[in-house]
């Protein structure tokens, strides 16, 4: 068995982890956007688990959402109407985009889910705005405290920030195994990783972690090389996309999305107030497209680039995906003047249209390796 299969077994199987932990009486709450301070959750003995969409048709959330609709936002709706997550105990929203916001009401009116919550998360980052989300973390503590019938003192939410940071610091150093030419780990097994992270308790994910580094250097079955890529853009929860483009030439070694690097590239200050550490960290992490202001945004992007040794880079963005389709063009233009070929792709979260994908991608391999 490959020392990756664990990671990638979770996936799978991630509904009946979070089933067999309710039997054991331990709370599950979903999330669905990185904005949202998980230690909170964990610190009320929860499960934080992410919601990911369904890849399949979405007929059933198709009934009651307009066809310009954001289609993860539509999958995640989609996944919480055909009843994938009624185990869950409670569910925290963030304003992140306007289909999110909108959908937000929806879920309270179909999906049967107990609790739910919602994290005004502001587009800025002003000293007003520090003093709001801070506010809003308050709130959602409070409601964890009062919905689930347990007070979360200081010393748990230093706990959930110390197991959290650990967290981070070793996906950091599975991501520094991605420099190497070729690279120990493959673009699709460190999206797995980190999407796993997402699904299961912290402290069972670092033990994963730390096995996987002892081991990883004398792995039997390392990742191939070929063209070194950077891929950015809207949220990615899951791997398809990323075998297409290994299965032809390209080696992700370096991504820029939420779901990735993005999602545990920052700590938080594990001196003073937890709380405000935790409201201080979520907000100014590295920014995603709905935040205002691109340089720090985009000087992430041109970083990974750089650091990971890219040829070149893919944008991937999804259909009807607003923030990000008004940065993609500027992203592009921002990593050519690296010297980078960028392939910006519009793609459907139901991953309808993948044949004609997967040629775009390999013409563009092609043309970047001088095949």
């Known amino acids: 068995m490959s020392i990756l299969s664990p990671f990638r077994n979770l996936l799978n199987t991630r509904h009946d982890i979070a089933r067999n932990l309710k039997t054991k009486g331990k709370k599950v709450i979903g999330w669905s956007c990185t904005y949202t301070p998980e230690e909170l959750i964990y610190a009320v003995s929860a499960l934080p688990l992410m ?9 059933l959330a198709d009934i009651y959402l307009p066809v310009n ?3 993860f936002a539509r999958g995640c709706f989609n996944t919480a109407l055909k009843g994938d997550y009624d185990y869950l105990d409670g569910f925290v929203a963030s304003s992140s985009c306007d289909n999110r916001d909108k959908i ?74 991605r420099k190497k030419e070729p690279p120990l780990i493959s673009g699709v097994e460190a999206l797995e ?27 039997a079955d390392p990742p191939k ?25 390209g080696s992700v070694v370096a991504d820029d999305w939420c779901t990735g690097s993005r999602y545990f590239w920052n700590l938080v200050d594990s001196n003073g107030d937890p ?24 000087g992430h992007s041109m970083k990974m680039a750089k650091t990971f040794d890219v040829d070149a880079a893919i944008v991937f963005t999804l259909k009807f995906c607003d923030t990000h389709l008004f940065d993609a063009p500027q992203l592009k233009e921002k990593l050519r003047t690296q010297g980078l070929p960028v392939l910006l792709l ?16 390999e013409a563009f391999i092609e043309m970047v390796g001088g095949v």
């Open 51 to 59: 919601v990911f969409g369904d890849v399949e048709n979405t007929k």
């Open 69 to 71: 609709t954001c289609s």
């Open 104 to 177: 937000f009401d929806m879920w309270r009116h179909h999906a049967e889910i107990p609790y739910m919550h919602f994290v005004n998360t502001p587009h800025t980052r002003t000293k007003r705005a520090q003093t709001f989300f801070y506010e809003e973390i308050l709130k959602l503590k409070t409601w964890l405290e009062k919905s689930f019938g347990r007070m979360i003192p200081e010393i748990r939410l230093k706990n959930a920030v110390e197991i959290y940071n650990e967290n981070r610091r070793l996906l950091r150093r599975v991501y520094d195994l």
């Open 193 to 219: 990783i980190v999407l796993s992270s997402m699904v299961m308790l912290k402290e069972n994910h670092n033990e994963l972690l730390n096995r996987l580094l002892a081991e990883v250097s004398s792995r």
């Open 225 to 249: 090389g070929g063209v070194r890529l950077l891929v950015a853009g809207s949220v990615m929860d899951n791997s398809k996309l990323l075998k297409i483009v290994e299965a032809v030439g």
């Open 275 to 298: 709380l405000h550490a935790i409201a201080d960290r979520y907000l100014n992490k590295i920014p995603s497209s709905f935040m205002l202001g691109q340089e720090e945004r985009f």
């Open 346 to 361: 519009e793609w459907e979260h139901s991953l309808s249209g993948l044949a004609q994908m997967k040629t775009r991608i």
